[in-house]
């Protein structure tokens, strides 16, 4: 899913493009995608894009009469520009944007269409949508120890909660905690004031030095479909399980659960131990490892 890093590109990418042009016409591909019926999709053709911005994870258009349209791309969403007018759509394609100056596409690959678009009227209802998670850019280290500490949730679980802190998930919240040393699994109010303020400093170098990463990378083009993914090369342990840790060369693990993994490195974030994965751990038992190995050299 594409978090703050990418979707701050993504608004960037836009505001070249479309900002104060007229949207001639808005095609829905996918009527799943659509989830609001009032105002009706063709209320937004003829106006004129005055604003581009997010809200935590979502993208938002802002035109005349408080009038939204709201995109949440999920997992397999993407935004795809066309500087010529798209005449046909693909099979992936969820709904297009027409511009005089070229077509924003929607694509979702894979059976499952999580993608959404609201279209609603007023500032009351675009707060609807808003989960109200801190703006982590924005905001000081007091507030964000405030609300780290305002539940006890694992790190991991609290960094990606967007009701606590936006736009932060999978991939980036296992950067913050390999660059702070912290487990995934520690609970936020055991954190020392230390941690804590270690934790706030990484996260805020983390999501910067990406976001800077990518605006040179597409300072000059818009971001392709295999662009915005969860797994960079340039990463140091999210998707990079069973590679040496960037930084001691241990193992990196993972914890499995759902549709999701957790990447850390037991060395760097836990003391060496290798934390318990809810498949595998369970199905090993005695065999399962408890303590991490370092590669052997080739």
């Known amino acids: 899913m594409p978090e703050l890093p990418d979707i701050t590109v993504y608004v960037e990418c836009l505001r070249k493009r479309v900002l104060g042009e007229v949207l001639e016409r808005l095609r829905v591909r996918c009527p799943f995608l659509l989830r609001t019926v009032d105002p009706p999709a063709d209320a937004v053709e003829g106006g004129t894009v005055r604003v581009i911005m997010h809200l935590g994870k979502r993208i938002v258009f802002v035109f005349d009469g408080e009038l939204y349209l709201v995109f ?137 030095r ?27 342990v999210h998707g990079r399980y069973g590679k040496p840790c960037p930084a001691c060369g241990d193992t990196v693990q993972r914890i499995r659960y759902a549709e999701n993994e957790t990447n850390y490195c037991p060395t760097c974030q836990n003391a060496g131990r290798i934390l318990a994965d809810r498949s595998l751990s369970r199905l090993l038992k005695n065999d399962w490892p408890r303590q991490a190995h370092r590669p052997r050299a080739d």
């Open 210 to 236: 990406w976001i800077d990463s990518l605006r040179k990378r597409f300072a000059e083009r818009f971001p392709g479909p295999g662009d915005i993914t969860a797994f960079r090369e340039e990463f140091a």
């Open 72 to 208: 949440h791309l999920m997992i397999a969403g993407r935004f795809q520009w066309k500087p010529a007018r798209a005449a046909s759509l693909s099979k992936i394609c969820r709904a297009a944007l027409d511009f005089r100056t070229g077509s924003l596409l929607l694509t979702e690959a894979g059976q499952k269409k999580r993608a959404s678009l609201h279209i609603v009227r007023g500032a009351a209802s675009l707060a609807e949508l808003n989960p109200g998670g801190l703006d982590v850019l924005a905001a000081g280290m007091a507030d964000f120890i405030r609300i780290l500490r305002s539940q006890n949730r694992t790190l991991k679980r609290a960094l990606t909660d967007p009701h606590l802190f936006s736009g932060i998930g999978n991939a980036y919240s296992d950067e913050i905690l390999h660059a702070a040393g912290l487990s995934p699994v520690r609970l936020t109010q055991r954190l020392t004031d230390a941690e804590a303020g270690r934790l706030w400093d990484c996260t805020k170098a983390v999501l910067t």
